[in-house]
């Protein structure tokens, strides 16, 4: 079986296109069905049209509420028979009301090594100014299953990222998608595809 997935993402798209890339090589056992923003110029929506994967945008401030949000997010995601969920940096919390109606089906990559850095307030650059502010010589990046505590869920894998001297959040952020995010993240979603 071919599991269908669904990709949620806010801006980039870095992870998509490596998700997108590793289809048919390191991802075998699903298919990117969907991929759906919460921004509506998001570049990774430019990324699911070039790839010809079908793309919706749910804006949380037209509907007025979280609940509204989650609600219209479920309705797509169900409506499409969506068995795997991929946060690939999508850059807003959900609340227990969405997490429980996909237990173990929603993974997530994290830009650290969980549970350093994680949690409400660390995404994006934040979580690598924190890594530096610290001192840190070692970060890298986490795939886990996504539950109502923020970063909490199962940790699926993980991959260390060295710190070098002179690195700025910019650097260090493209370190580690590099070395570890882009690759960690397909390999991850074939392993939870692959035991549906
Ligand atoms: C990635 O580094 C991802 O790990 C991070 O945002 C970036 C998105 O880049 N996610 C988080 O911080 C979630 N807490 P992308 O849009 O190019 O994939």
Request: aromatic share 8%.
């Given at each position: 079986m071919s599991a269908r997935i669904a990709v949620l993402v806010s801006g980039g798209g870095t992870n998509l296109q490596a998700l997108i890339n590793a289809?048919?090589?390191?991802?075998?056992?699903?298919?990117?069905e969907l991929v759906v923003s919460?921004?509506?110029?998001?570049y990774a929506l430019e990324r699911a049209k070039k790839a010809g994967i079908a793309t919706e945008v749910v804006v949380k401030k037209e509907l007025g509420s979280q609940a509204a949000f989650e609600e219209k997010l479920m309705e797509i995601l169900d409506g499409n028979r969506i068995d795997i969920i991929i946060l690939a940096g999508f850059m807003t919390i959900l609340t227990e009301k969405f997490t429980a109606h996909y237990p173990k089906r929603i993974l997530n990559v994290h830009?650290?090594?969980?549970?350093?850095?994680?949690?409400?307030?660390?995404y994006g650059l934040r979580v690598h100014q924190a890594a530096l502010d610290y001192g840190v010589k070692v970060t890298g990046a986490t795939v886990h299953f996504v539950n109502e505590i923020p970063d909490g869920g199962e940790i699926i894998a993980q991959k260390a990222v060295e710190i070098l001297p002179g690195d700025t959040p910019e650097i260090l952020q493209k370190r580690v998608m590099e070395e570890a995010e882009w690759i960690l993240l397909p390999q991850a979603a074939e392993k939870v595809c692959a035991q549906l």
């Open positions: 289809q048919g090589s390191v991802l075998k056992s699903g298919k990117i919460n921004v509506p110029d998001a830009p650290s090594l969980i549970p350093a850095f994680c949690g409400e307030g660390f």
